[in-house]
T-cell receptor, first 111, second 116 residues
Framework: RKEVEQDPGPFNVPEGATVAFNCTYS??????FFWYRQDCRKEPKLLMS???SGNEDGRFTAQLNRASQYISLLIRDSKLSDSATYLC????????????FGRGTSLIVHP | DADVTQTPRNRITKTGKRIMLECSQT?????MYWYRQDPGLGLRLIYY???????NKGEISDGYSVSRQAQAKFSLSLESAIPNQTALYFC???????????????FGPGTRLTVL
């Protein structure tokens, strides 16, 4: 089992739709979690950190479920500009916090 | 100016050539990373460095070496390039999560390397 797994998609949704992605991780000692966004051929950029209590930033909501070892990203009222690849990142403990990336989930928002 | 810069941005080379990719950062972070990205495989860690004297192999270090010349500089070398090293290479920096930092990584714009 890969350490961090994501459904590669693509998720093809109309503008205005709500879409959710999940990401599962295998290391129960993982300590910090992030969602990054990557546009085609560009560098990844932080979308949001994921906190234990869940957090929201505008149309984006991130959740952490430690018991089931997954994190989720919910996008409401999708925009064309949300089309991108969304990367899940998990940092493992041991004092090292080595980031491990999922392969990414592709989102295509169409008119 | 960009916080993390990479040179060159694009490079085409031939099998067997030695190639160096350079990365500089102005974030003041101790931690730096080199990744490669291939279609469908996501980002894979090649090497990482927690400070100038601490360098560690990632999951795919074979065929690569690195040098941490200063806190701000971390270079990646391909001693003898081969075609399956054709990929998009990213450098990144971060602070330390859980020690007053977020652990967020900041990426350079990438180097597109083609080995013929």
């Amino acid at each position: 089992r890969k350490e961090v797994e994501q459904d590669p998609g693509p998720f093809n949704v109309p503008e205005g739709a709500t879409v959710a992605f999940n990401c599962t991780y295998s290391n129960s000692a993982s300590q910090s979690f992030f969602w990054y966004r990557q546009d085609c051929r560009k560098e990844p950029k932080l979308l949001m950190s994921v906190y234990s209590s869940g957090n929201e930033d505008g149309r984006f909501t991130a959740q952490l479920n430690r018991a089931s070892q997954y994190i989720s990203l919910l996008i409401r009222d999708s925009k064309l500009s949300d089309s991108a690849t969304y990367l899940c990142v998990v940092n493992n403990r041991g004092g090292s916090y080595i980031p491990t990336f999922g392969r990414g989930t592709s989102l295509i928002v169409h008119p | 100016d960009a916080d993390v810069t990479q040179t060159p941005r694009n490079r085409i080379t031939k099998t067997g050539k030695r190639i160096m990719l350079e990365c500089s950062q102005t974030k003041g972070h101790d931690r730096m990373y080199w990744y490669r990205q291939d279609p469908g495989l996501g980002l894979r860690l090649i090497y990482y460095s927690f400070d100038v004297k601490d360098i560690n192999k990632g999951e795919i270090s074979d065929g690569y070496s690195v040098s941490r010349q200063a806190q701000a500089k971390f270079s990646l070398s391909l001693e003898s390039a081969i075609p399956n090293q054709t990929a998009l290479y990213f450098c990144a920096t971060s602070d330390i999560a859980g020690v007053g930092g977020s652990g967020e990584q900041f990426f350079g714009p990438g180097t597109r390397l083609t080995v013929l």
